[in-house]
């Protein structure tokens, strides 16, 4: 199937746009199932996808406004393709644990929507559509933080658009000067990504065109000090906003600079590597700490998933195939992981009404199932071996041990705060006698819940124990990516600094 | 004794003329039709005045580019070509939402519907010759018009709007009479390619140089107050809450894509001839205009004074473009125009949609943000419709106005202001807040009170007008192209 971006892309809006005729008792069921077909199509892709090719597959390019360079283009590769099958999946997962009761029609409309929005980030190739699906990608989510959200909704939800949307508008006017150099330089207009790739700039330009994206990607990820909004977004947003912001919209920011920032400009890239890395390693001990002193559940996997991102960053600025897979890898885990345990809390928070952990203490003895699969995919967060979760964040600390080694035990550190504030968490919540009266009869796990989070577990372990089939994919892409960076870089130190030379092999 | 004129008819070349005098014409028929017979519905005048609109587009379409006629005053270049169709596909756009379900005063008037054609020959006009005299006689022809009609919205605020408008406009027209008499003593002509040419011989002369500072702050000023820019804005707010929202959607487009061609035949000469601080003083009033708007336009209670300075903000917009002279300059002045006219043209029906006799939220406002709450809960795909153009006017892609946007911000880059783009992003993220909020209080908010009437004044006609501008917000992209090359085509013919 040729078209089969295309189709992953707009499927969901066609959807979306018939969702409005369904009626809303038959809504939940109308949303699983275009989900579901949604993630089939997308596996599709995968099974379809030549995993030796590092290149662009399933390539479509429409001409849209030639005059002005914009076109259709889309386009996938290793490095993507594995944010989309997480992406189709996350969304089928949580419209299938969905458990808002008021405008359910709404919310699933608004789910499909901005399941188009995050597919068409992922496949864009030209920076347009890519920047056109990114601040669309905004609407939905501003729409589900403030409907459905707690009491601060509204501002936490203003907060989030107009933070990412100022961002964002830097960006733009990057995107828009790199256009203008292309066009100068050629004659052409292009925002084709591919078309930019070839072009070698001075270090000057790239210096601050990697400012300007990084202001827009830096607040998605984000990046201390721009992640003020994400505790506000994710304390406010329901289950389902929480699940889709930190699984799929951060990874927004991190893709883009693998996508952007890295290829085109190299050699600013390697001369941010210190003022990033040391930004990142602020990222991940200051909001694992800031984790620590929460008193809400929700806020202390808020600020986990903040520090989580700080090891991908790292990781991508390690400018080598461990460090860049690694990075990819773990915003999967990341992607994953912090998606279940977002659930997880919205369980306990639909039974109780209260994310506060002193208002629990022994649900183990109550809801046994639950303690379970909450207890694995925290491993899973902490990094235990053999779950996801330690893949990437092994593989990154790895790859980033090749540029400096005090920082990455700097960043090793995270492990340990880590699991801290986890098993803190774990135990106040989960362990020690039932002293609250309205804890006793907690109902467990009911059939819905368990089933939308079983297959989460299984992949949990499954890629936590054979990791292979995505990160050879994955890797070949990075490898080809560094390839390109290395013969392209015109300074020596950022040709020394891109290693391209080692594999992940030893990993595994 | 004086040798008796000659002119030979061919010479004065009329067809140069035909737009204008059609509308013309059309208001005199319309005039005549009323004479002849009283009492007859609006519907019929609507839509005559869209026939006589739909004529003039199409004599106007049929005009050769770069000709002079009429005593070479008329200047049809690309310029004024693309400028008179904006001025009548937006009078054609707008004229039916005079079609609403209830009875307003001034539409029972055939004389509005005839004042409004010689309005748009006026803007022809004025964007049709390089003359300032005839210039003048446009701008006034038009603005004279448009005076009475505000005034005719039978409200006591509806009467303050005019008069104020009338004042400044008064004080703007003689601005403008004194800018070009300087021009014409300094020069000897007041035909803009004949000053070109005396200037760009003297420009070394200081003395000179003074004086012609002084002409061009006199029409800037008078340009200023029409295109209301900061600080000569001071009268639209105002002028926008008294006149009726479909007037006032008019309003923010058509009066200033006129006043834009006039400044880009005389600013766009000064910086030809390398005056560079013309260029700094459109850049600093541009940008002046666009934040000092936006920051006013975040503390507003009313929704359509919230579109007023929201639309000044857009003008500080295009004016930096026109700083720039470039082609791509140019074209995105009239890019963003085409584009942002049916966002407003939607935006502005949406709020006459809305618009009961009486006002039932505030004591002084119409539209009053809590007017909007819950709207969705009231009539979901209005909420969502409007919505779509609160979103297109804070520059969210794919819809329309972002492509101006774009536009814009490349042209500023391509002219070396990478600043100037800065500056742009950062006002549109602070817009960003203003519209959102009218988002916030229709999506996320309960509803006040019970208004089961929010859509009073819908009307079949409206709602096609409103289907149509929502097509066109978010079809954008696929028409983007066709009107930036036809519009850049037409620009560049003309040697801007």
Redesign the interface.
């Known amino acids: 199937m040729d078209y089969i971006l295309s189709i992953l892309v707009f499927f969901p809006a066609i959807a979306g746009l018939l969702g409005f005729v369904i009626d809303k008792d038959s809504a939940r069921v109308y949303g699983i199932t275009v989900a579901a077909i949604e993630f089939f199509l997308s596996l599709w892709l995968w099974f379809s996808f030549d995993g030796t090719n590092a290149g662009m597959q399933f390539v479509e390019l429409i001409p849209v406004i030639p005059d002005f360079g914009v076109n259709y283009y889309l386009g996938v590769d290793g490095i993507s393709l594995f944010i989309i099958l997480m992406t189709t999946m996350m969304t089928l997962i949580g419209i299938m644990s969905l458990s808002v009761k008021e405008n359910v029609k709404n919310m699933i409309i608004t789910l499909l929507f901005l399941e188009m929005t995050m597919v068409g980030v992922f496949v864009s190739l030209d920076a347009i559509i890519f920047y056109l699906f990114w601040e669309l990608s905004l609407v939905p989510m501003l729409y589900i933080i403030g409907a459905w959200g707690g009491s601060l909704r509204v501002y936490a939800a203003v907060k989030f658009f107009l933070y990412t949307f100022a961002g964002s508008l830097i960006m733009l006017v990057g995107m828009l000067f790199m256009a203008y150099t292309y066009q100068s330089l050629t004659g052409v207009w292009s925002f084709a990504l591919t078309d930019w790739y070839a072009l070698v700039l001075p270090v000057s330009y790239q210096m601050w065109l990697f400012a300007a994206f990084f202001i827009g990607f830096a607040i998605k990820v984000p990046m201390f000090p721009f992640h003020t909004w994400l505790p506000y977004a994710h304390g406010q947003a329901p289950t389902i906003g929480s699940v889709i912001l930190a699984a799929v919209l951060l990874k927004m920011g991190t893709y883009g600079f693998v996508r952007f920032s890295l290829p085109l400009f190299p050699d600013a890239a390697v001369i941010w590597i210190t003022p990033i890395a040391v930004l990142s390693i602020i990222m991940i001990i200051y909001t694992a700490m800031v984790a620590y002193a929460q008193k809400d559940m929700k806020q202390v996997i808020a600020y986990s998933s903040v520090s989580h991102m700080g090891i991908v960053m790292l990781g991508i600025f390690a400018m080598n195939a461990e460090g860049i897979g690694g990075s990819v890898f773990q915003m999967l885990s990341h992607g994953i992981v912090s998606g279940a345990l977002f659930m997880l809390v919205g369980v306990i928070y639909d039974r109780r009404h209260t994310k506060m952990m002193d208002e629990f203490g022994g649900i183990a003895a109550v809801m046994p199932k639950y303690a379970v699969i909450f207890g694995i995919m925290l491993m899973a967060s902490v990094g235990l071996p053999l779950t996801i979760g330690f893949v990437g964040e092994f593989l990154v600390l790895i790859g980033f041990y090749q540029v400096s080694p005090i920082m990455t035990v700097l960043a090793g550190t995270s492990i340990i705060i880590g699991s801290v504030y986890m098993l803190t968490l774990f135990k106040k919540s989960f362990f020690g006698p039932v002293t609250k009266e309205e804890n006793k009869n907690l109902k467990d796990l009911d059939a819905k819940e368990t089933w939308s989070l079983i297959p989460l577990v299984a992949i949990v372990v499954w890629l936590g124990v054979y990791p292979k089939p995505i990160l050879d994919p994955i890797d070949n892409s990075v490898k080809a990516m560094l390839n390109f960076m290395d013969e392209k870089a015109i300074t020596q130190e950022a040709k020394d600094m891109i290693h391209v030379a080692k594999s992940t092999k030893e990993a595994k | 004794m004086l040798e008796p004129i000659k002119v030979s008819l061919e010479s004065l070349n009329l067809i140069t003329l035909a737009p204008m005098l059609i509308a013309i014409a059309g208001g005199l028929i319309i005039l005549s039709i009323d004479l002849l017979k009283e009492g007859l519905h609006k519907s019929l005048y609507v839509m005559l005045t869209v026939l006589i609109l739909v004529v003039d587009l199409l004599s106007t379409v049929g005009l050769n580019i770069n000709e002079r006629g009429f005593f070479d005053v008329m200047l049809i270049d690309g310029i004024s070509i693309v400028s008179q169709l904006l001025v009548i596909v937006g009078s054609i756009v707008f004229i039916p939402l005079a079609l609403s379900s209830k009875r307003f005063h001034e539409y029972s008037y055939p004389e509005f519907f005839a004042l409004f054609l010689f309005m748009v020959a006026g803007f022809q006009f004025m964007v049709a010759s390089d003359n300032l005299i005839l210039i003048f006689v446009g701008l006034e022809t038009a603005s004279l018009s448009l005076y009475t009609l505000i005034a005719l919205h039978n409200r006591s605020n509806s009467y303050e709007a005019a008069v104020k408008y009338f004042t400044m406009g008064a004080l703007a027209a003689g601005f403008f009479a004194m800018g070009s008499a300087m021009i014409y003593a300094l020069t000897g002509s007041v035909e803009l390619y004949k000053v070109a040419e005396v200037l760009a011989t003297r420009t070394g002369e200081a003395d000179l140089m003074i004086a012609i500072f002084g002409g061009f702050v006199l029409i800037l000023v008078a340009l200023g107050f029409k295109l209301s820019l900061y600080p000569f804005h001071t009268w639209a707010p105002d002028v926008y809450e008294g006149a009726s929202a479909a007037l006032v959607g008019y309003m923010s487009v058509v009066p200033k894509v006129a006043a834009f061609v006039v400044a880009i035949r005389i600013f766009g000469m000064y910086i030809d001839l390398g005056v560079e601080w013309v260029r700094i003083m459109i850049l600093v009033i541009a940008v002046l205009t666009m934040t000092l708007a936006n920051i006013m336009a975040l503390v507003q209670e009313d929704v359509k004074r919230m579109l007023a300075y929201s639309s000044i903000s857009h003008a500080g917009f295009v004016m930096a473009a026109l700083a720039l002279d470039t082609t791509e300059g140019n074209t995105s002045i009239f890019l963003y125009y085409a584009l942002f006219m049916f966002t407003n043209l939607g935006a502005f029906a949406m709020l006459w949609i809305s618009r009961h006799k009486m006002r039932r939220f505030n004591n002084r406002y119409d539209h009053p943000y809590e007017k909007f709450a819950g709207f969705i809960k009231i009539m979901p795909i209005g909420a969502v419709i409007m919505g779509l153009f609160m ?1 297109s006017l ?5 819809f329309s106005v972002f ?1 101006g946007k ?2 814009v ?2 042209a500023a ?2 002219a070396g202001y ?1 600043w100037l ?2 500056v742009m ?2 006002n ?2 602070i817009a ?2 203003y519209y ?1 909020k009218l ?2 209080y229709m ?3 309960d509803p006040v009170k019970d208004v089961d009437t929010i859509y009073y004044n819908i009307s079949r006609p409206l709602m096609v007008i409103i289907g149509f501008a929502t097509v066109a917000t978010v079809g954008a ?1 696929f028409y ?2 066709p009107l ?2 036809y519009i ?1 085509y037409m620009i560049s013919a003309s040697g801007y």
Not at chain 2, 394 to 398: D, F, K, L, N, S
Request: charged share 5%; net charge positive; glycine share 6%.
């Open positions: 979103l804070a520059g969210v892609p794919p492509w774009i536009y911000m490349q880059v391509n990478i783009a800065v992003g950062l549109s993220a960003a807040y959102l988002v916030v999506f996320l908010k992209i983007v192209q930036v090359s850049y």
